[in-house]
T-cell receptor
Framework: DQQVKQNSPSLSVQEGRISILNCDYT??????FLWYKKYPAEGPTFLIS?????DKNEDGRFTVFLNKSAKHLSLHIVPSQPGDSAVYFC????????????FGTGTSLTVIP | GAGVSQSPSNKVTEKGKDVELRCDPI?????LYWYRQSLGQGLEFLIY????????KSGLPSDRFSAERTGGSVSTLTIQRTQQEDSAVYLC????????????FGPGTRLTVT
C-alpha cells in the first residue's frame, strides 16, 4: 500500500523556468515531510522539509508547499538549472515515531539548457 | 567529515547463495535505516536500528532477510538463499537522533541475483 505517491515519473523543464514536482499522500496523520534529491549511482541527499503545522517553507531557489486538506505537497524550483537534473523523492513521517519514513517512487527531472 | 559508506558497491550472486551487505554510518549517528529500491519503485523501508536494537523490523520482506548492528555503528544486512526478486539497490541511511528528521544516505549496494 503506497501511502506516498508521486504520479509523474518524469518532468522536463527549460533552464530558467519553474519546476514543480508533486506528491500526494493518503495518511492524514503524517506530520513531517521531506524532499530528497538523487543523482545516479549516489544515495539520496536531503533538500528541504516542512512540518505539518506550516504550509510553506522556502530555502533559496527551493520552496515546498503543503496543502493538508488536499493531502498534497509540491516542490518548486525557481529558476531551474541544469544541475537540478536528478530524481526527486518526497517522504513523510508519522508523529511520535520519527522512525519510519514513507517514500514516494520519485520524479526524474530534466532541466534542458 | 566522512559520510555513510556501503560495501560492496556492486554484488552479483547466484540464486540460492547468501549475501552480506555492509553499512558504515556517520560517526555518532544513533539511528540507522536500511531501504531497498527495486527497478521503477520507490524506497522500500526494511529495518530501523536505534543504537544496537531494532525496534522496527516490520519491513523485512521475509525470514531470509536479517540485519544486525554492533557497537552502535556498523550494520550488516544478510540475505539468505537469494532469489531473483531480491535484485535491487540496497540503501543505508543514518540519522543523528530523534531530534532531526534528516537522513544521510550511503551510495547503495546494487545486488544482482542471476
Amino acid at each position: 500500500d503506497q501511502q506516498v505517491k508521486q504520479n509523474s515519473p518524469s518532468l522536463s523543464v527549460q533552464e530558467g523556468r519553474i519546476s514543480i514536482l508533486n506528491c500526494d499522500y493518503t495518511n492524514s496523520m503524517f506530520d513531517y515531510f521531506l524532499w530528497y534529491k538523487k543523482y545516479p549511482a549516489e544515495g539520496p541527499t536531503f533538500l528541504i522539509s516542512i512540518s505539518s503545522i506550516k504550509d510553506k517553507n522556502e530555502d533559496g531557489r527551493f520552496t515546498v508547499f503543503l496543502n493538508k486538506s488536499a493531502k498534497h505537497l509540491s516542490l518548486h524550483i525557481v529558476p531551474s538549472q541544469p544541475g537540478d537534473s536528478a530524481v526527486y523523492f518526497c517522504a513523510a513521517s508519522l508523529p511520535n515515531t520519527g522512525n519510519q519514513f514513507y517514500f514516494g517512487t520519485g520524479t526524474s527531472l530534466t532541466v534542458i539548457p | 567529515g566522512a559520510g555513510v559508506s556501503q560495501s560492496p558497491s556492486n554484488k552479483v550472486t547466484e540464486k540460492g547463495k547468501d549475501v552480506e551487505l555492509r553499512c558504515d554510518p556517520i560517526s555518532g549517528h544513533t539511528a540507522l535505516y536500511w531501504y531497498r529500491q527495486s527497478l521503477g519503485q520507490g524506497l522500500e523501508f526494511l529495518i530501523y536500528f536505534q543504537g544496537n536494537s531494532a525496534p522496527d523490523k516490520s519491513g523485512l520482506p521475509s525470514d531470509r532477510f536479517s540485519a544486525e548492528r554492533t557497537g552502535g555503528s556498523v550494520s550488516t544486512l544478510t540475505i539468505q538463499r537469494t532469489q531473483q526478486e531480491d535484485s535491487a539497490v540496497y540503501l543505508c541511511a543514518s540519522r543523528p537522533g530523534t531530534d532531526s528528521y534528516e537522513q544521510y544516505f550511503g551510495p547503495g549496494t546494487r545486488l544482482t541475483v542471476t
